[in-house]
């Protein structure tokens, strides 16, 4: 039985998001920045799903409208529930936190912790991440937000202003 | 693209509700409160969906997806998506990013620039780095991760499983080469 071009299109955006994954996972291995190669193949996978769900329907005389948008709709999808999990491993200072506790027998103290997680250290490390993503911009010993920081953060300001979530952070 | 047309307009009546559960019935668990608002509209998006005919009224057959049980699903995970990867993560973003808050602290400050000894104490408008990090100390201790002993922070047995998951998958990323 032949699938309908729905069911074609999802399955198509689903098998490239798998290459997409696998794809990612070895160029992160292999030592690619993280972000630059996560789009790179996110978007090489989009255009592969394009093109196989437009030569499907080409292919079944069907028509191209509805399997594209089902397509780039089920990739989306895909891709706001893949990343936060990648950042979850890459960024996370709570799973940091019990990776150091692990490798360092299963126990430390208060003060060893904060040393290495409220510090100065670790702020350094992030005001250097976000300089290099494009958000800030070093000024000497201060950095400044750059027209992307700044829209960024208008954009969560006003989320944490419209929820009432307080200082956050 | 019945599918997408109900869960489009079930998320935005999430967000919608998300946003005033929040501004006026604040709970303490905002996370379980937000997964419950969803779990009610989900509940409503399939007495919607049963309940409509294929084509909404207004859409052309050259659009309507087939089978039918198949556009359900996809309605259900269309609007899945849009909670956990959406709706949920700008809620974690917001309320948890610790990047994001060092830019709104910097977007707050009438210069547009932080340095980092100014946001050792000022972090999170004034409320300094240590404070971030107790809120994360808070959750561990939370979700049963760690206990507290005297001084000492120690993994419980389900800490010390999410840590080794955590650590084998940080090895097989390579991530911790250098």
Known sequence: ??????????????????????????????????????????LASLVATLASVVGLAAWTSSGFLLPIVLALMTSACLFVLYVPAVYTVLTSLSVQTLVMLRRRGGALSATELYERFASRAILDERLATLAASGYLIADGERFRLTLRGRGLARAFAFVKASWKLGPGG | MKAICLASAMTIVLLLSVTIAFRFDPRKQRVRQGTTLYLACLVVLIAVWATTPDDLGFLPPWVLATPSWFDLMLSLFFFTAAFFGGVLQLYNLADRGFSLRILIDAFEQPSGAVGAEQLLAGYGGGQGVKWMYDKRIHGLLEGDLVRRMEDRFVLTPQGIGVADMFIHIRRFLKLDRS
Request: proline letters at 5%; a positive charge.
């Open chain 1, 1 to 42: 039985m032949a699938w309908s071009p729905a069911i074609a299109a999802f399955v198509t955006a689903v098998a490239w998001f798998g290459v997409f994954i696998l794809a990612h996972i070895f160029g992160w291995r292999a030592g690619h920045g993280n972000a630059p190669w996560l789009l790179t193949t996110y």
